[in-house]
């Protein structure tokens, strides 16, 4: 049972367009949303976040929109550049035995074409 | 440490013999996570440690994996009988225990069973 969807896969832009990163989510107790960014080789980073009261999240070129009535949020990059290309993943979480629970995405690999 | 250290950063292993894979997470850190990524494939939660509580096992795939968390720091993942399926990164995580925060990820351990 898959809680936290990325449906596509892969995603290719062109240097200095919008990238835009899709994820949905079934469980009605997630509160916090993140996504993260992963290099090949490397761990998972954090990149941005947003909490279940707000809907928009803005941080330099990247911004998290979150439409909790449709349980969807994206990413979106401004301008991109070639060194966004990496994997993206969106994880959600909730309180569980009243501690924090992380749930992951299966992640969609952009790459921005210079 | 300065972040979460995972150790070894590769293992090639026979199949059929165990293999131990460590976890040095961010001293302070309660909350311990175990995630893999198999090829072409997203995050796959396996396990959660939260301060003294019971684990969340509910991640692991079979019987043959296991894991502890000593003094709620350094944990350890077994594999028993490694099968060629158990190859992909492992990846773990830490954070603190407080909701609304972020997960900071070692650089994975890289299994490949033959």
């Known amino acids: 049972d898959q809680q936290v969807k990325q449906n596509s896969p892969s995603l290719s832009v062109q240097e200095g367009r919008i990238s835009i990163l899709n994820c949905d989510y079934t469980?009605?107790?997630?509160?916090?949303f993140l996504w993260y960014k992963k290099y090949p080789a490397e761990g998972p980073t954090f990149l941005i976040s947003?909490?279940?009261?707000?809907d928009k999240n803005e941080d330099g070129r990247f911004t998290v929109f979150l439409n909790k009535s449709a349980k969807h949020l994206s990413l979106h990059i401004v301008p991109s550049q070639p060194g966004d290309s990496a994997v993206y993943f969106c994880?959600?979480?909730?309180?569980?035995?009243?501690?924090?629970?992380?749930?992951f995405g299966t992640g969609t690999k952009l790459q921005v074409i210079p | 440490g300065a972040g979460v250290s995972q150790s070894p950063s590769n293992k090639v292993t026979e199949k059929g013999k165990d293999v131990e894979l460590r976890c040095d997470p961010i001293?302070?850190?309660?909350?311990l996570y175990w995630y893999r990524q198999s090829l072409g494939q997203g995050l796959e939660f396996l396990i959660y440690?939260?301060?003294?509580?019971?684990?969340?096992k509910s991640g692991l795939p079979s019987d043959r994996f296991s894991a502890e968390r000593t003094g709620g720091s350094v944990s350890t993942l077994t594999i028993q009988r490694t099968q060629q399926e158990d190859s992909a990164v492992y990846l773990c995580?830490?954070?603190?225990?407080?909701?609304?925060?972020?997960?900071?990820f070692g650089q994975g351990t890289r299994l490949t069973v033959v």
């Open positions: 440690f939260q301060g003294n509580s019971a684990p969340d």
């Open positions: 994880a959600a979480s909730e309180i569980s035995g009243g501690y924090q629970k992380v749930t």
């Open positions: 947003i909490s279940s009261i707000k």
């Open positions: 995580a830490s954070s603190q225990e407080l909701v609304n925060t972020e997960a900071f």
């Open positions: 001293s302070g850190h309660t909350a």
């Open positions: 469980n009605s107790m997630f509160d916090y």
